[in-house]
Structure formats: structure tokens, C-alpha cells
């Protein structure tokens, strides 16, 4: 029954999205949204752009009231998505701006719109038109080709695999090349090489991060930068999320109490970000004195330059906090099973530089011996250049927005 009413929902928006395109759409109103928050790409580009260019109305389109409020507050122009002006500013906007999908504002209305997707990360997984082996096995196809013709294919998968990005960034030449135009199905011109702008606070550091937070971000963010500055070391654990759904933590066979003792002995702090759609069964984490859990709702970005460590394992945050040029560990406990699966991480070892730990017993040795953890000069010179050489070539995604969508 579900998948019959996406079937009749997403049939409906290809059927109205050709009438929309007569109706006439203002070029300096641009729509920004994420999904369910406000957050990643589209949100900083959304403070840069009110910020340095007037000349844009720029609007955020919000899932959540929370964040309607929020950034009324701040004094921005935001509207909830199925209000009654966050539909006649979807149907009148030129600029369709999001990290994921054109849903994240409004696939129903967007035929006319100039979609830009910021997308998310930088990585060497292999998703969507890279990944046609996923969709073969879900939807019953015979091959890769039948993604293509199958009518129940492309109405069950719109917006997301068929409504493609006018524009698309990409953080490197090499991405945009191998990774990111194919993902996507979309020829090369059509994507920019240019800096993430959630990556500036990475770049210049704790003092722009710190600025960026007092200006936006909630209290509860001051503080929580300031508490973490009474330790030692800080610790961040960021694992992928397992499109399985399975516990994984368990697997890791952490023991909380001894982990929560190293750190107690050092002063130092073990901070567990999971991602939002991960669903385990943790301890009571509040009984440990030096393990916390980051909110999911909260921003990581403005937090990650007072990191000291990140310990990940396939998550393209390893390829974020390499920029910083500070101590990486790659948890993969499930190495050999992950790789396995249907990721096309066969370069994993070649692009994920670090020190590695196969399971928790290697991964407390690590932190016990203070060993310096840290990705070799050479090798993070060669990542960066792979994952990040937009970082030296700087360049206003705005003007660029401009410049393609006349």
C-alpha cells in the first residue's frame, strides 16, 4: 500500500511538473533547503549568500517548525514547506537550492526551477547511476539497462534518480570526473570544482568557527565548546550509517566502562555522533563521567575544529577532517563484511589513510599509548589533492549559480 501511494504521488509530479514550467519564476529568488533540518551546505551558503549578496531574496524552505521559528528569530526569510507561501514562493522562485534532492524544497513544484545540488561529502563510495547493482537486486530489474526503460523504476525513484541537478559542486577536479558526474548521470560541464561552503570553518579554524557560532548558532553550542576545552584530548566517534540496519555497536564489542576509565585517567573525552537515521541499543551513556553523546539535531561542523581526534571508519567525515590536519583512527571492526557489501569500497586502503583498529581491544591500546595518530604528510598531500583541490582555488558559488542559470 505504501509503495502504491509513492507510485501515485511521484506519477502525479512528473505528470504536473511540464505545466508548471509556464509559469513565470523571479531569477533573484532562490529557495534553500536540507531535508528534514537545516543543515549541511545549503545552510551556510544560505548565511553567505543574505549576507554578501543583497541583490539575492534568498528564502529557506523548512520541514520542521522548529527551524521556522528559529530562523525567524534570527531575522531570515523562512516559510514551512507546505504553507501556503512556502508553495506560492516554490512555484515563483528561478533557484531550487539543496544537498540531496529537489524534494528537500518542493519536487511538485519545480518544473521551471534551476535545481543546484551542493550534495554532502566527498568519498570513494559509489551511490545511485555508480551503484546500479542496488537497484537491480531491490526492484526485481533484469540488468542495469531495464533502470533506464522500466516505467515503475522511474516513477518509484523520481525525484531523486531522474529530476537531475541543472548544476551540481563537486570539492575536486577528480571527483567531479569520476564520481560525482556519473553518480549523478549528468554530463561534466554541468558540474563547478569549488570549496564545500560548510568547509570554510574547517579551514581557517577555531577562531572563525567560534565567531560563526556566537553569530548563529544556538547557546547550547557555546557551551558545549567551552566544556570540551577543559580536557586533555577530545575524542569524536563518527560511524558510517549501516543501510542494513543492524547494531553495529555491538558488534564493535566496546566495553564502555573500561574505555570511560582510560579517558577518566588522562582527562580526556570520548564524544559519540552517530548518524541520524542509525538506530542501536546503547548503555545508559549518562552513567560514564567521560563519555558523552552528541545530539543528533545539533551541527557537527562548527564543532569539528575543536576536535583533536576523530575516530570513523567508511564515513566521509575521515575525508572533512583530513582538511584540519589532526589525529585520524579508522575503527573498521567489520572490515571484512562491510567491504563485502555493495559500496564499491574496493580502494578503501588506498584512499582512507590512517591508523587502523580491528576491534576495540587495538582501537584502547591506540588511545592508551598517545601514539601519534596523525595521516603522513606525503599521503594527506596526495588525499587532498584527490578529495580537496578545490580548497585552493576558492570561488563564489553564487556568482557561478548566476552565470549557468543565465
Not at 537550492?97 to 550534495?119: E, K, M, R, T
Not at 515503475?152 to 569520476?178: E, G, N, T, W
Not at 563521567?289 to 575543536?306: A, E, N, W
Not at 571492526?333 to 574496493?346: A, H
Request: some cysteine; aromatic content about 16%; proline content about 4%.
Amino acid at each position: 500500500m505504501r509503495s502504491l501511494r509513492k507510485y501515485i504521488k511521484n506519477l502525479t509530479t512528473i505528470c504536473i511538473t511540464p505545466m508548471i514550467k509556464v509559469i513565470p519564476r523571479q531569477r533573484n529568488k532562490w529557495l534553500f533547503g536540507a531535508g528534514q533540518n537545516f543543515k549541511d551546505n545549503p545552510k551556510y551558503l544560505f548565511y553567505w549568500t543574505n549576507e554578501h549578496h543583497p541583490e539575492i531574496r534568498s528564502i529557506w524552505i523548512a520541514h520542521l517548525r522548529y527551524d521556522v521559528e528559529k530562523l525567524k528569530k534570527q531575522g531570515y526569510e523562512v516559510y514551512y514547506w507546505s504553507s501556503l507561501k512556502g508553495l506560492y514562493h516554490a512555484l515563483t522562485a528561478k533557484v531550487y537550492i539543496s544537498d540531496h534532492q529537489i524534494g528537500d524544497i518542493n519536487a511538485f513544484f519545480s518544473g521551471g526551477a534551476f535545481y543546484v545540488n551542493l550534495w554532502h561529502g566527498s568519498s570513494v563510495k559509489r551511490v545511485r547511476w555508480q551503484a546500479p547493482q542496488l537497484f537491480v537486486k531491490r526492484f526485481n530489474l533484469k540488468d542495469a539497462a531495464e533502470m533506464r526503460t522500466s516505467l515503475r523504476f522511474r516513477v518509484l525513484q523520481y525525484p531523486i534518480m531522474f529530476r537531475k541537478p541543472d548544476l551540481l559542486l563537486a570539492p575536486s577536479s577528480i571527483q567531479a570526473k569520476d564520481f560525482f558526474a556519473p553518480m549523478m548521470d549528468i554530463s561534466l560541464d554541468k558540474c563547478i570544482v569549488g570549496v564545500y561552503p560548510r568547509s570554510i570553518l574547517l579551514l581557517e579554524g577555531k577562531e572563525t568557527a567560534l565567531e560563526f557560532i556566537h553569530k548563529y548558532e544556538p547557546q547550547e553550542t557555546v557551551e558545549f565548546v567551552t566544556e570540551i576545552g577543559k580536557y586533555n584530548k577530545v575524542y569524536m566517534y563518527m560511524p558510517t550509517w549501516r543501510n542494513d540496519g543492524n547494531d553495529f555497536i555491538a558488534q564493535a564489542g566496546i566495553d564502555w566502562e573500561r574505555l570511560n576509565n582510560n579517558m577518566k585517567e588522562k582527562n580526556e573525552l570520548f564524544i559519540l555522533k552517530f548518524h541520524p537515521f542509525t538506530k542501536i541499543d546503547l548503555p545508559k551513556i549518562e552513567q560514564f563521567s567521560h563519555i558523552i553523546i552528541y545530539p543528533k539535531s545539533s551541527d557537527i561542523y562548527t564543532v569539528l575544529p575543536f576536535i583533536d581526534v576523530l575516530v570513523t571508519d567508511y564515513s566521509s567525515i575521515y575525508t572533512d577532517f583530513l582538511t584540519m590536519d589532526k589525529e585520524i583512527i579508522l575503527f573498521v571492526f567489520d572490515y571484512d563484511s562491510y567491504v563485502k557489501q555493495s559500496y564499491e569500497l574496493s580502494e578503501f586502503d588506498k584512499y582512507f589513510v590512517a591508523k587502523k583498529a580491528y576491534n576495540f581491544e587495538e582501537l584502547l591500546n591506540i588511545m592508551k599509548s598517545g601514539q601519534d595518530c596523525h595521516v603522513p604528510p606525503k599521503e594527506r598531500e596526495r588525499l587532498l589533492d584527490f578529495f580537496w583541490d578545490s580548497n585552493n582555488k576558492r570561488i563564489d558559488i553564487v556568482e557561478e549559480i548566476k552565470k549557468h542559470q543565465y
